[in-house]
């Protein structure tokens, strides 16, 4: 049996570290007005952003989740990222509404 | 010491073969190369999608296959920790980075330093870029050295001269179209034979169930143990790979800079940069990685069939040659690794032959044409590919090719990395602030390394000091940290530069780049692209001309950018031309352009032209 500092200190670390260095890039993006959330496009850009952080930490959880033989709950994150990624798919490939 | 592994002279037709097609490919691509320019950034034409592939095949280098297999066999998926940490840095990457690069039309990053600060910095920093980018191609060359070791049984620098002088070749005559396209095919033929090399290895160990359950749970865990061993844990790797790495590789890899480049726009660059990091990196990790897990999965199920003498940097070669049970297919595999060997190296070299141009020789020899440059690159090319050649001797030294790769990375790229940052984001960055970056940041960094149980230590996350290789990848946030505190605390001291200085070199100003990029304010009312046929018509220079109702339905005015290529989307704009609208025609459906843009696009009579407004 593995213990926690083993199977969820890492994950915790990399998201937490990763994420508040995430957060300041949104931060600086918005702030600075090169990403403007009043332009279509940009808006797409804004949820994809923030898509591709879950995205990740659904991967390595579904990972984790699946190495320590908890199936049920690896199934459930795989379930929310294949309809997760079916919506970024269709959003890469939708025609742009403008540009920029 | 592990023995050679015998092949017969059909596996070496059908490398040598391969090696022949990417050569001619190579040379084919080369009639593209009219310009500087075109040797360098494609003339900024292509797709997303055709740059998305292209871009996994130059960061699934060479080394990848080996050091990720050899890696994999020790530590199991959280092998993977390297390719799945990237995205953190996606903001200031698309919305900072890209779009800075892109409309103010740099032509390599030193020449970024240069306008953001003076021309001292652009020396530091040519320094800096040209360093990181030779030890790539030299870690490239010897991953090819050791693949092919275990094969050939003779010297080790014997092949990486054999191979450096084809890589050579074709990159010297290629140029960057030439890389782009032949990348793309390696892409495709690299994502093939990994994916190949996991299902014969699955089959091999009998199906996925006796796979799964012969690992045990840690081997599974995606991430390695928090802070030990000290030549692989996951704090240091974190640190080493998916802060100092992931901003190298992104940022200050002019290589995947000058790639980005070539898109036809900032947005596709964009799509090119997610769709990468979202869709391919996953499917690259678990590419580059299964053949360690393969490998330990048959040393548990079939013990005997696994030769335990195996070097861990000869993991990948072995796994491949037990599972494909076919020579045809082991050369197959091989291959692709050569592939990969070259889709890295080909992109560096190009990318130190603009550099060295742009940044060393324009400055010097001043007022020549066009083609002399274009002469000198194909030369720097060739030098750099000796270069690097003869460096892999220096990357030998590590016991494997993840810690060369690990040393590399955690001492070349902090400098850099933090000038890159600052400059972009901190309006108060200024070049005294830059100097001590580079400068002050190599003094620390030298004194940490001469000293890291004192200096290093306090940021070591509890991983033991190895006295051999003390710190190999915690020793890139104290790097880190040391740069950007000599850049900040300078900064602070110091007068910051004026705003005019900054204009479009910031965050804080792109919508000053984009005007910069068009030569006025840019138009961002919506519009559609159309479809169009051409007729040759005498237009201002550097024109195109519409009809009213096209331009309305484009969105654009007189003097907008536009973009046309040709109807087939499949050619991923190989056929295409920037120009500016002209005044408008009575036409519908009928653009007016000169024969040289006829002849710069390479257009066919017979097709019609997709236009698109840029700006």
């Not at chain 2, 980005?260 to 590419?287: D, H, Q, W, Y």
């Amino acid at each position: 049996m593995l213990d926690f500092s083993r199977t969820w200190v890492p994950y915790i670390y990399l998201y937490g570290v990763g994420g508040g260095i995430f957060l300041i890039g949104m931060f600086i993006i918005l702030r600075s007005r090169s990403l403007k959330l009043e332009r279509v496009r940009h808006k797409e850009w804004y949820k994809i952003l923030i898509f591709g952080f879950f995205y990740y930490m659904g991967i390595h959880g579904l990972f984790t989740f699946a190495a320590i033989g908890e199936t049920v709950f690896a199934a459930l994150i795989g379930l929310i990222m294949i309809a997760m990624t079916a919506n970024l798919i269709f959003t890469l490939f939708k025609k742009p509404k403008g540009v920029g | 010491m592990d023995s050679v592994i015998q092949t017969s002279p059909s596996f070496w037709v059908i490398i040598f073969g391969y090696f022949a097609l990417v050569l001619g490919f190579g040379s084919f691509f080369a009639r593209y190369n009219k310009t500087t320019q075109d040797f360098f950034f494609s003339g900024r034409r292509f797709s997303w999608w055709l740059i998305t592939m292209s871009i996994v095949a130059t960061g699934v280098g060479s080394h990848s296959f080996l050091k990720y297999s050899a890696k994999a066999y020790e530590h199991g998926f959280s092998s993977t920790m390297t390719y799945m940490n990237d995205w953190f840095f996606m903001p200031l990457f698309l919305f900072g980075w890209l779009p800075i690069v892109y409309y103010t039309k740099i032509r390599s990053i030193p020449d970024y330093f240069e306008r953001r600060f003076n021309p001292g910095v652009r020396i530091l920093a040519t320094v800096a870029i040209l360093g990181y980018m030779i030890g790539y191609i030299a870690i490239g060359f010897l991953t090819m050295g050791k693949t092919l070791e275990p094969l050939l049984g003779i010297d080790l620098y014997t092949i990486i001269f054999i191979v450096a002088i084809i890589s050579g070749i074709y990159i010297t005559f290629g140029g960057q179209t030439a890389v782009i396209f032949t990348d793309l095919a390696q892409g495709f033929i690299l994502i093939f034979s990994g994916i190949l090399v996991f299902i014969l290895g699955i089959n091999y160990v009998g199906g996925f169930d006796i796979f799964w359950g012969a690992l045990s749970p840690e081997f599974k865990l995606p991430l390695a143990n928090f802070n030990h061993p000290a030549n692989f844990n996951f704090v240091g790797i974190f640190w080493q790979d998916g802060v100092a790495g992931s901003v190298g590789f992104l940022f200050m890899n002019q290589g995947l800079i000058m790639r980005f480049m070539a898109c036809k726009s900032v947005n596709e660059g964009r799509k090119a940069a997610v769709f990468n990091v979202l869709v391919l990196l996953p499917i690259s990790t678990v590419v580059v990685s299964n053949a360690g897990w393969i490998g330990k999965a048959i040393s548990i199920v079939t013990p005997e069939s696994w030769n335990t003498a195996t070097q861990l940097d000869h993991v990948f070669t072995q796994v491949a040659y037990l599972i494909t049970g076919s020579e045809v297919v082991f050369a197959f595999v091989i291959a692709a690794v050569a592939a990969a060997l070259m889709s890295t190296v080909d992109t560096l070299i190009n990318a130190v032959a603009a550099v060295v141009i742009n940044d060393i020789y324009r400055p010097i020899v001043k007022d020549k044409d066009d083609k002399h440059y274009l002469k000198v690159a194909m030369i720097v090319s060739a030098g750099a590919t000796a270069v690097g050649a003869l460096s892999t001797i220096f990357f030998n030294n590590f016991p494997t090719l993840y810690e060369a790769h690990g040393f590399f990375h955690s001492t070349m790229t902090p400098p850099l990395v933090v000038a890159i940052f600052l400059g972009i984001f901190w309006k108060r960055y200024s070049t005294p602030a830059a100097f001590a970056t580079f400068l002050g940041g190599a003094i620390l960094m030298w004194i940490g390394s001469k000293y890291p149980q004192i200096f290093i230590s306090p940021f070591d996350h509890g991983i033991e000091f190895n006295p051999d290789r003390p710190y190999s990848y915690i020793r890139a946030l104290y790097n880190t940290l040391v740069c950007a505190g000599s850049g900040v605390i300078v900064g602070l001291l110091t007068t910051p530069p004026s705003e005019e200085k900054m204009e479009g070199l910031t965050v804080w100003s792109l919508d000053k780049a984009r005007e910069f990029f068009k030569g006025s304010a840019p138009n961002d009312r919506p519009g559609k692209s159309l479809l169009a046929k051409w007729i040759v018509k005498d237009c201002e220079e550097g024109e195109v001309r519409f009809s009213i109702g096209d331009m309305e339905t484009m969105g654009a005015d007189v003097g907008d950018l536009v973009y046309l290529a040709d109807e087939r989307k499949w050619l991923g704009g190989l056929k295409s031309v920037h120009s500016v609208y002209g005044e408008p025609h009575k036409e519908d459906g009928v653009v007016y352009i000169t024969q040289f843009d006829v002849e710069r696009g390479l257009f066919d009579e017979k097709r019609k032209l997709m236009a698109e407004k840029e700006l």
